[in-house]
């Protein structure tokens, strides 16, 4: 493991007080928590020059202070950690707020890609990789959960016993507010709007996530299955997202 390293901050511009975790202004602010000091300050350095305000930490129980600070627009994580491993310190994030996380896991992890999804990250991108792409996920994720159409107009969408929210981002289930991350959010507003319709794994990948899918990338299963977790059954008891096979998934309302 790579020794402790003091946290670097670009000095573009400056930060006023969030109010709540995720909240920041036009200059994103993201935190890298990564061990990896050489990988650290490579990606500081390309991401500075895009404009983002980069902050680095260099282990869990550090980086878990950090993340819960209400300042970040997103954190990058990576999943082998000293002091605390990645995997426990996005489970804590995820109980504390919403804020995009993207995960990094070593090349060939599927099992470790898997559950850093399932326990609430928005995106993940195995080592090695190209900082481009890593900004370009950046990008896809910051997008979704700071939409400029989300803000312009209210719009309430119901489907039998599911309502939510576009401006505000918020879903409920008989009236009690269920916790979706954002890529789950949007999730849930595609199949409400179009309810009874198949939506391939291609096209929900390509909504969702803003990428296209590759052969070995399950990330959009693993996002459906957390949603169908959280919104539980029909009132009868029956599935809510159906797994069309070979295909993709279906919203079924209850009639």
Known sequence: M????????????TMP?????????????????????????????????????????????AGLE????????????????????????LKRIRS????????????GEAKDRIVGLESGADDYLAKPFNPRELSARMQAVLRRAN?????????????GDIEVNTRARTARRRN????L????FDLLVLFLKSPDKVWGREELTKAVLDRELRATDRSIDV????????LGPNLNGSERIKNIRSTGYLYVPLI
């Open 2 to 13: 790579s020794g402790s390293k003091p946290d670097q901050l670009s000095s573009v511009g």
């Open 17 to 61: 007080t969030s109010e709540k975790c995720g909240s920041h202004p036009p200059h994103h602010k993201i935190l890298i928590i990564d061990d990896d000091v050489d990988l650290c300050d490579l990606l500081a350095e390309s991401l500075r020059r895009q404009g983002f305000l980069v902050a680095t930490v260099h282990d869990g129980i």
């Open 66 to 89: 950090r993340a819960l600070s209400n300042e970040f627009a997103l954190i990058v994580l990576d999943l082998m950690l000293p002091g605390l491993d990645g995997s426990e310190v």
């Open 96 to 107: 504390r707020c919403n804020v995009p996380v993207i995960i990094l896991t070593a090349k």
């Open 147 to 159: 939409s400029d159409e989300s803000h312009r107009k209210a719009d309430c969408i119901q489907v």
């Open 176 to 179: 009690r507010l269920i916790d």
């Open 181 to 184: 991350t954002s890529v789950e």
């Open 223 to 230: 996002h459906v299955s957390n949603l169908r977790r959280k």
